[in-house]
């Protein structure tokens, strides 16, 4: 089966470190983008970035640039996010997701990671 | 940054109403838009890409219309579990953005 297995949810206390994961599988995960979605409490869906396990070729959205690292192991077909000080702002659903090209479409979504940032 | 517009951020129709969705992109972006549908609690699905390509196993009952700036999505007959919120997404180039989504509800 085609799928994107996250990893769990994640409650945390600001300035705190955090690095979530997102493995593929049944397919080549070294042939295709996996982006990360944000959703926050109650509101839409933003774009933070995607990188290319083949590569690591990695691009981002401005508006997360500089806020979050994305990153890549193609040896166990797994890609990342992470965080190095985590802000109460960041407290949101995350989502991996698989395009069909650079910036296209997703058809594959992981089932999401809560992000909880608490004092 | 090309921004997408959603409207209306909200609709409330009865079961068997053909609903219909706007999304207007603020330039032109050809037909490359794609539609999801996120139930609540649960993980965003993809209904529609290239502006009118239903994405296989989706019901017949949806479909996309639209090229440039403005795109709709319509439901011909809605049912009960139609009741999602609805977002566009354009993906001609960076950023692929979401349009602010729509929620569709039964009245």
């Known amino acids: 089966e085609v799928q994107l297995v996250q990893s769990g949810a994640e409650v945390k206390k600001p300035g705190e470190s955090l690095k979530i994961s997102c493995k593929g599988s049944?397919?080549?995960?070294?042939?295709?983008?996996i982006g990360w979605v944000r959703q926050m409490p109650g509101k839409g869906l933003e774009w933070m970035g995607i990188i290319y396990p083949g590569d690591s070729d990695t691009r981002y959205s401005p508006s997360f640039q500089g806020q979050v690292t994305i990153s890549a192991d193609k040896s166990i077909s797994t890609a990342y996010l992470q965080w190095s000080s985590l802000k109460a702002s960041d407290t949101a659903m995350y989502y991996c997701v698989r395009p069909l090209g650079q910036f296209r479409y997703f058809d594959l979504w992981g089932r999401g990671t809560l992000v909880t940032v608490s004092s | 940054d090309i921004q997408m517009t959603q409207s209306p951020s909200s609709l409330s129709a009865s079961v068997g109403d053909r609903v219909t969705i706007t999304c207007r992109a603020s330039?032109?972006?050809?037909?490359?838009l794609a539609w999801y549908q996120q139930k609540p609690g649960k993980v965003p699905k993809l209904l529609i890409y290239?502006?009118?390509t239903l994405q296989s196993g989706v019901p017949s009952r949806f479909s996309g219309s639209g090229s440039g700036t403005d795109f709709t999505l319509t439901i011909s007959s809605l049912q009960p579990e139609d009741v999602a919120t609805y977002y566009c997404q354009k993906y001609n180039s960076a950023p692929p953005s979401f349009g602010g989504g729509t929620k569709v509800e039964i009245k």
């Open positions: 049944g397919y080549s995960f070294t042939s295709y983008w």
């Open positions: 330039q032109g972006i050809s037909n490359y």
């Open positions: 290239a502006a009118s």
